[in-house]
T-cell receptor
Framework: DAGITQSPRHKVTETGTPVTLRCHQTENHRYMYWYRQDPGHGLRLIHYSYGVKDTDKGEVSDGYSVSRSKTEDFLLTLESATSSQTSVYFC????????????FGPGTRLTVL | EDQVTQSPEALRLQEGESSSLNCSYT??????LFWYRQDPGKGPEFLFTLYSAGEEKEKERLKATLTKKESFLHITAPKPEDSATYLCAVLSGGSGGGADGLTFGKGTHLIIQP
């Protein structure tokens, strides 16, 4: 157990509304990641963080922003949700044992109507 | 661009019937290959990391192997509780648009029938 929690676990929202998902870790790991998982696709990287206030874009970053003001929290924001952002979102942390083994949280299922 | 292809997409076995799952990859400088298990409604659970060709790792009924082009996850005498989706991922300098992101395959859905 890597001590990762995600909130909310489920959310239904409407097109055009802002949404923020939270990832919280208890072990002060430096590296945190946001992925999305969709049928017919593997998990895809949205954004990642390598420290407080240090973030970078992943493969599918359009329409998403992130923030990390504390080591333990990594927030993913959809400024104006669209139906194409309906997905399951996973947060991960890297414990930096050799080549960056990543451990995943339980996920947030987001539905945009 | 890094690519990971898993086969088969789905596999149904009888309890005790051994088999292998395949993960073929194309990367620019492999830093690690990872196997995860995912149960419905849950996050991926880490199984193995392989670093270089020829490496093997085992855990209970699972054994992962690595060559320069592919990895295999061998399942020996599986039980119904081994039913899950198995995910393969790679890490390289060019993964996922960022230096530290994993590139995943689509997974193999494994069902073990009693």
């Amino acid at each position: 157990d890597a001590g990762i929690t995600q909130s909310p676990r489920h959310k239904v929202t409407e097109t055009g509304t802002p949404v923020t998902l939270r990832c919280h870790q208890t072990e002060n790991h430096r590296y945190m990641y946001w992925y999305r998982q969709d049928p017919g696709h593997g998990l895809r990287l949205i954004h990642y963080s390598y420290g407080v206030k240090d973030t970078d874009k992943g493969e599918v970053s359009d329409g998403y922003s992130v923030s990390r003001s504390k080591t333990e929290d990594f927030l993913l924001t959809l400024e104006s949700a669209t139906s194409s952002q309906t997905s399951v979102y996973f947060c991960a942390i890297s414990v930096r044992q050799g080549p960056d083994t990543q451990y995943f949280g339980p996920g947030t299922r987001l539905t945009v109507l | 661009e890094d690519q990971v292809t898993q086969s088969p997409e789905a596999l149904r076995l009888q309890e005790g019937e051994s088999s292998s799952l395949n993960c073929s990859y194309t990367v620019s400088g492999l830093r690690g290959l990872f196997w995860y298990r995912q149960d419905p409604g849950k996050g991926p659970e880490f199984l193995f990391t392989l670093y270089s060709a020829g490496e093997e790792k085992e855990k209970e009924r699972l054994k992962a192997t690595l060559t320069k082009k592919e990895s295999f996850l061998h399942i020996t005498a599986p039980k119904p509780e081994d039913s899950a989706t198995y995910l393969c991922a790679v890490l390289s300098g060019g993964s996922g648009g960022g230096a530290d992101g994993l590139t995943f395959g689509k997974g193999t859905h494994l069902i073990i029938q009693p």
